[in-house]
């Protein structure tokens, strides 16, 4: 089987630009929300942060106009430096 990239993949499911939602799970610490949140501007972006239910993580929603697949490819490369940070 053959096997896709992530590139090629929003390149066939979405047509640019387009609004992407960005979707992580980090540790419930400040330092890792912040540098999370650092990644998104507020004023261009939907951002929507929920702990979870025992408090350890939280869920961190980000929407926003991008203007091609790079940019989205690039924002989870940004976002891999980030201790613990799942990546929906």
Do not use: H
Request: include cysteine; charge should be negative; hydrophobic fraction near 40%.
């Amino acid at each position: 089987m053959e096997e896709i990239d992530f590139r090629e993949l929003l390149e066939q499911n979405y047509k640019w630009p387009a609004l992407y939602m960005f979707k992580f799970i980090c540790p419930a610490n400040n330092d890792a929300i912040a540098k999370l949140q650092d990644l998104f501007d507020p004023e261009v972006a939907e951002l929507s942060l929920r702990p979870s239910s025992k408090g350890n993580y939280v869920s961190f929603t980000a929407r926003e106009l991008m203007m091609d697949s790079d940019a989205v490819v690039e924002r989870y490369q940004k976002a891999k430096g980030i201790k613990g940070l799942i990546s929906l």
